[in-house]
């Protein structure tokens, strides 16, 4: 079955960076991109990129370009998001989701909380 | 990229409908049949439940139909249960190749 499990909850300082990944089974990694959607307290979820598996041709939220980096390893079908500078905005749960060119996210990870707090 | 609206809550009793609203711009669900649905129950990850405004998934049951007129998408349950109170959020595709997520309504059954 299609399974996307991803790494273990963090807890971070203000300030430095965080990576999640995302392991994929059960498809093709290459025939789907992925997409990063996070989803702050209490808030709703709030798109912040696509990574495509094939080219590894990338697009990120406008908002987050400047301290996002979505790549891949083909080689083990995962999926990596780091995301730098943090404050306390970026505490949230961040989950990664197969997608077909951006355009939807059929199967979902587990999620990941990252903590942000000094 | 401005958040699609939807409203914040609605409720109806088990066996009715009711219908989420979805209101983008030309942008993204106007100019695109790429708007898709989520059910996401608490402390979960989020579940597909339309893509493509208006196709199930696998599984997903029939008492869940999405629609679209102009800028706005519509989810619709009927034969409400229990099971169906969670938030529900829609996403559209835009046209800078982006994907933009509603705020999020929350469905209480009576």
């Known amino acids: 079955q299609i399974q996307l499990v991803q790494s273990g909850a963090e807890v971070k300082k203000p300030g430095a960076s965080v990576k999640v990944s995302c392991k994929a089974s059960g498809y093709t990694f290459t025939s789907y991109g992925i997409n990063w959607v996070r989803q702050a307290p209490g808030q709703g979820l709030e798109w912040m990129g696509w990574?495509?598996?094939?080219?590894?041709?990338?697009r990120y939220a406008q908002k987050l370009q400047d301290r996002v980096t979505m790549t891949t390893d083909t080689s083990t079908s995962t999926a990596y998001m780091e995301l730098r500078s943090l404050t306390s905005d970026d505490a949230a749960v961040y989950y990664c989701?197969?997608?077909?060119?951006?355009?939807?996210?059929?199967?979902w990870g587990q999620g990941t909380l990252v903590t942000v707090s000094s | 990229q401005s958040a699609l609206t939807q409203p914040a809550s609605v409720s109806g009793s088990p066996g009715q409908s009711i219908t989420i609203s979805c209101t983008g711009t030309s942008s993204d669900v106007g100019g695109y049949n790429y708007v898709s649905w989520y059910q996401q129950h608490p402390g979960k990850a989020p579940k597909l439940m339309i893509y493509?405004?208006?196709n199930r998934p696998s599984g997903v049951s029939n008492r869940f139909s999405g629609s679209k007129s102009g800028n706005t998408a519509s989810l619709t349950i009927s034969g409400l249960q229990a099971e169906d109170e969670a938030d529900y959020y829609c996403?559209?595709?835009?046209?800078?190749?982006?994907?933009?997520f509603g705020g999020g309504t929350k469905l209480t059954v009576l």
């Open positions: 996403s559209s595709y835009t046209s800078s190749s982006t994907l933009n």
């Open positions: 989701a197969r997608s077909i060119a951006a355009r939807r996210c059929d199967y």
């Open positions: 990574i495509s598996t094939y080219s590894a041709d990338t």
């Open positions: 493509d405004v208006s």
